[in-house]
């Protein structure tokens, strides 16, 4: 069983691909979190997987939420050595931080002990600031092509139970993840200043893209109704790119994984 998170389509790409290898089914948190399913059984050997993007050198809030709720039995063998197998991957654009210490912790707290883990760094999708920007198409595709290869490994070494941690980890991570990640959740995390300028079409994709189902159309334009995780999937996905984030957006283009 594999819980996911994904708002630009990365991370599913890489659960999907996961699931694939591993012939595994998917469970989309934001979905489980609304029709409050939280509660899972694995069977004998089984393994327990989490596929999210890197927020602010850490797990996105809304996974930490679920992981702190959700309660997944994993049975003990009848006999012969533990089989039960934890582990996580997780996509950024650059870098993670403290990301496997914070997730290994909160697994603990479970009595879940991690296995394995790996980052994959995919196209960034964070704009929301002066300073950050996209990859150009060239780069992005460059790391698909590097993520799918790193993938392939990674998957093997699934299939075979190891025991590994393979994380893009950066420089001063302490001060990045335990800093800078709180009061990037606190400050940055919500949707005040998200409007759309006169170029909508009033197609309503933005609706549709939203992980959270935070946003409703009214009188065409949409509404953003303050559940918001920053994925910026509705600012990505509109097709006229109407949709700006205070000053921070206007000309950086957008990607989401799959755009042509
Ligand atoms: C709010 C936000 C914060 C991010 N913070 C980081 C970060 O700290 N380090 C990093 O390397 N990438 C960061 N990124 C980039 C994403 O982790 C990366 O693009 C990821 O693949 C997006 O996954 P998704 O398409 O499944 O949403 C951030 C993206 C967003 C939207
Ligand atoms: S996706 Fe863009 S054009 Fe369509 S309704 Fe939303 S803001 Fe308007
Ligand atoms: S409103 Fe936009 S940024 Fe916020 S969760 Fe929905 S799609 Fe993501």
Excluded at 207 to 215: D, G, R
């Amino acid at each position: 069983m594999i819980f996911f998170f994904s708002g630009c389509g990365n991370s599913r790409h890489v659960a999907e691909t996961i699931a694939t290898g591993l012939n595994d089914t998917l469970v989309f948190i934001p979905e489980a979190a609304r029709e409050d399913r939280y509660e899972y059984e694995l069977v004998e050997g089984e393994r327990l997987g989490f596929v999210f993007p890197i927020y602010a050198w850490g797990p996105p809030k809304l996974v930490m939420d679920f992981v702190k709720k959700v309660t997944v039995k994993v049975p003990e063998p009848v006999e012969g050595p533990s089989k039960r197998y934890i582990y996580f991957a997780c996509t950024c654009g650059d870098e993670c931080g403290l990301a496997e210490d914070i997730f290994r912790k909160a697994l603990e707290q479970k009595g879940l002990t991690l296995n394995a883990c790996f980052s994959v760094q995919m196209p960034e999708t964070y704009i929301g600031m002066p300073g950050f920007k996209l990859d150009t198409d060239e780069n992005a595709q460059r790391k698909i092509a590097a993520a799918d290869k790193l993938m392939n490994d990674c998957i093997l070494r699934l299939q075979n139970k190891e025991r590994f941690s393979k994380m893009t980890k950066g420089g001063a991570a302490w001060f990045k993840s335990r800093l800078i990640n709180p009061g990037f959740s606190k400050m940055a995390t919500n949707d005040k200043k998200y409007y759309t300028t006169d170029a909508c079409i009033h197609c309503g994709k933005c609706v549709e893209a939203c992980p959270l189902k935070n946003i409703t159309l009214e009188d065409g334009r949409p509404k953003w109704n303050g559940n918001c995780t920053m994925c910026m999937s509705c600012y990505h996905h509109c097709p006229v790119n109407a949709i700006q984030y205070g000053k921070a957006t206007m000309g950086k283009g957008q990607y989401y994984f799959g755009r042509r």
